[in-house]
């Protein structure tokens, strides 16, 4: 077979190419033609095919994430703190004292259904390279997680592998996994989203970036060899055209290998210590493709790459394949000379293979040889940069309205306390309400010792500084049921809740990541989603002063012509100076008394209680105040701060009544609480209000707390006491504690018995 090098393509204009097959448009193939002169060589098609995927390129969204940049907040916390923003690995913010935090979230959608345990399992793996990369060394990860109808037999399947593929991995790298979410909907059922984050954590003069600037300066490929696995794998699909002696129908999922992983990252962390490494990046998506014209692209000149000299784990590979393939545990380095044979003997220390496979030039172009045959010689900032750009057609469907005309008022409402007790006990122990500890339980949650909060808090949080206790709590949300009835204010009430669950343990909310998972961009609809809940995402972060960092667009997760709902997922960082006075979510003192703070309202679409109760979803999501959510935050990272919280619990999901229950199982103390004047039980239980949080006060501290709520100009009232061992809502019904935990804990594993 004939090696299709530059020289032949050119000789060979009209040689039939698969460019189709691997996921390119006519006129995508004829402008990468018109940018080379020529039909591109096969190594050259194979790194802008995937390179030029949805997932690498942005395509179809890049229009639209300008919002970040465009509508970033100049002023306040966020703005001021902002290290590193969008563009690199990872956003970096200043969190104080010299130390920097980098964190970001991404998806690992389409192979965690194909394969669940790796498929999870190198989405870890990758999120944890993406921090490395940025010079940190990785200290937590979260997982939140969406699965199909939880009585559906596949859903056991993909829910299984998936959560051993994530405790399995991130276990094995000794990172405690602080937090997420586990979601149901039979939106998802073919189409789980399994995103993953992680926090790292560096000082100010560590920070690294991808570039490769220096001409001379050599190029080290290092890490796990490269193989088959993997091939296109979350760029696009495998290629079968190539050569059909190669191994073929390899699996598109790629496999991990967490020790490796493990020796990868202390061996990173070295190098940066001695000052070895001039410009980084990890290969995830895309793999060499990515990583060599990224480098190349945001550098000052050219690069030459001898792709024959890449270690193998698979002598067979063809050029296309080993540019192709996503292989976990790897990374890509550029060095200066001198510094060369002490990085490689570092590498060696840690049993870390690493070659030199190139060099930076003092030209702009990538060229790759095989074997002393040029395969590729393209502008890098093509491949990496200046890919295609769509501005995809998008409108409200018809059907919108009709949605939110549906509203859950017309639905009946429990007729007595008897039956507001049962729906009461419906919610809770509903799938998506109900305890996660099965799933919680198989992730090592407190290794490394810095652990403060985990699961069930809402947010996590991780001691930076064991001197002076500074820390960082991370949250992450996001509600498809209320995006799908107003994408806008579906996004933004993901973000309150997010910024609530950080603001509720003490800590001040700093910036934001988002994984945004929507269904087919080429759907006008679909699109309409997308672009509203950016635009509200934008919006949001703007009035809040959170600036975006950086994050991950997950389009094409849908099941024929049905797209899942529009799911953007926010998670938020915040600061807390002393972790040592953090506010939990437990009840545990005796006597405190029970503030709600926030406004009820009769809020109930795309609420648990109309999903849990009646399978609805219809109506208009809570509204939301972000002047208020400000407010709110205030006053809780201000009471945290004077210790006047025993605990703090936002209202979400479920409603008064969950935050409610998790709070007394949690602390394992009982509360009594008083319907306020005026306000219906069924709504004062089950609103799903923004803009709210319960509080724990002790008791010397109620004229304090109630002072600067009022200072502040935030509604609260005293509605309870915690007291006893059941949930009392005085003239209604009583839960014993023993009651509300077997229903809260038995569901999850009656599902996966």
């Known amino acids: 077979m004939t090696l299709d090098t530059t020289k032949h393509a050119a000789e060979t204009p009209d040689a039939p190419q698969p460019w189709a097959e691997l996921g390119l ?15 591109p060589t096969g190594a050259e098609l194979a790194m802008y095919s995937v390179m030029w995927s949805e997932h690498c390129s942005y395509k179809s969204s890049k229009v639209h994430l300008r919002q970040f940049g465009a509508k970033a907040p100049t002023e306040g916390p966020g703005a001021e703190a902002l290290l590193v923003g969008i563009g690199e690995n990872a956003g970096v913010v200043d969190v104080g004292q010299g130390y920097a935090v980098t964190f970001k979230v991404e998806s690992h959608n389409h192979p965690s259904y194909v394969e669940p345990y790796q498929g999870a399992a190198t989405g870890v793996g990758g999120i944890v390279r993406d921090i490395l990369a940025m010079g940190a060394r990785p200290v937590a990860v979260m997982d939140p997680l969406r699965f199909g109808d939880p009585h559906a037999a596949d859903t056991k399947r993909v829910l299984s592998g998936v959560v051993a593929g994530i405790g399995g991995y991130g276990n094995c790298l000794g990172l405690p996994n602080i937090g997420g979410e586990v979601v149901f909907d039979p939106c998802y059922q073919g189409n789980p989203l399994v995103n993953a984050l992680c926090v790292g954590v560096m000082r100010h003069e560590d920070i690294h970036l991808a570039k490769a600037s220096g001409p001379g300066n050599k190029v080290v490929l290092y890490g796990a060899r490269t193989g088959g696995d993997g091939i296109g794998g979350v760029s696009v699909l495998a290629s079968e055209t190539f050569d059909d002696s190669k191994p073929s129908k390899r699996p598109a999922v790629q496999v991990g290998d967490p020790f490796q992983e493990k020796l990868l990252i202390e061996c990173t962390l070295e190098l940066f210590a001695e000052r070895l490494v001039e410009g980084i990046q990890d290969l995830g998506g895309a793999g060499l493709s990515c990583a060599t014209s990224e480098l190349a692209s945001a550098g000052s000149g050219g690069m030459r790459v001898e792709l024959d000299t890449v270690p193998l784990r698979d002598a067979t590979l063809s050029p296309e394949e080993i540019l192709m393939s996503e292989s976990q545990e790897r990374m890509c380095a550029v060095v200066a000379p001198e510094k060369v044979t002490r990085f490689l003997a570092i590498c060696e220390k840690w049993d870390v293979t690493a070659t030199v496979i190139g060099e930076v030039t003092d030209g702009d172009r990538l060229e790759i040889y095989w074997h002393g045959e040029q395969i590729v010689d393209v502008p890098p900032r093509t491949v990496a940069h200046e890919g295609p750009v769509y501005e995809r057609p998008y409108a409200r469907p018809a059907s919108q309205d009709a949605l939110q005309a549906d509203d859950p008022a017309a639905l009946p409402r429990p007729a007595g306390p008897d039956e507001l007790r049962a729906q009461v006990l419906a919610v809770v122990s509903a799938p998506n309400q109900a305890s996660k500890a099965w799933v919680t339980d198989q992730y090592d949650r407190f290794v490394q010792g810095n652990t403060i909060l985990a699961q069930p808090e809402d947010s996590g949080m991780i001691r930076v500084d064991e001197e002076t206790g500074l820390g960082v709590a991370v949250s992450t949300d996001g509600n498809g049921r209320y995006a799908k009835l107003d994408p806008y204010a579906g996004a933004q009430l993901a973000l309150a809740e997010s910024y609530r669950n950080v603001a509720a343990t003490g800590a001040r909310p700093l910036a934001v990541t988002n994984c945004l998972n929507f269904g087919s961009p080429e759907d006008p609809a679909v699109m309409w989603q997308f672009a509203e809940a950016t635009r509200g995402l934008a919006d949001g972060c703007q009035a809040l002063g959170t600036p975006v960092t950086g994050g991950n667009v997950s389009l094409y997760n849908q099941t024929g012509e049905t797209a899942i709902h529009p799911t953007p997922v926010v998670g938020v960082l915040g600061v807390i100076d002393d972790v040592a006075g953090r506010t939990p979510v437990a009840f545990t003192g005796e006597g405190d008394h029970v503030f709600l703070l926030g406004d009820t309202a009769a809020e109930f679409g795309g609420s648990a209680w109309a ?9 208009l999501p809570p509204r939301v105040d972000l002047e208020r959510e400000r407010l709110l935050a205030d006053v809780l990272v201000t009471a945290s701060r004077e210790g006047l919280a025993a605990a703090a619990h936002d209202l979400s999901d479920g409603g008064l009544i969950q935050a409610l229950a998790e709070s007394c199982l949690r602390g394992g103390r009982g509360a009594r609480v008083v319907v306020p004047d005026g306000l219906d039980p069924f709504v004062f239980l089950f609103s799903e209000s923004a803009g709210r949080a319960i509080v724990a006060v002790p008791r010397e ?29 005085h003239g209604q019904f009583s839960l014993p504690l023993a009651e509300l935990r077997e229903a809260y804990e038995a569901t999850l594993p009656a599902l996966m018995a």
């Open 25 to 39: 448009k006519a006129d995508e193939y004829e402008r990468i033609r018109a940018i080379l002169g020529r039909r």
């Open 611 to 619: 999903q849990t109760v009646h399978g609805h979803l219809g109506g």
């Open 701 to 729: 501290q109620e004229r304090r707390f109630a002072e600067l709520c009022q200072g502040r100009g935030l509604p609260a009232a005293r509605v309870g006491v915690v007291d006893g061992a059941a949930v009392e809502v």
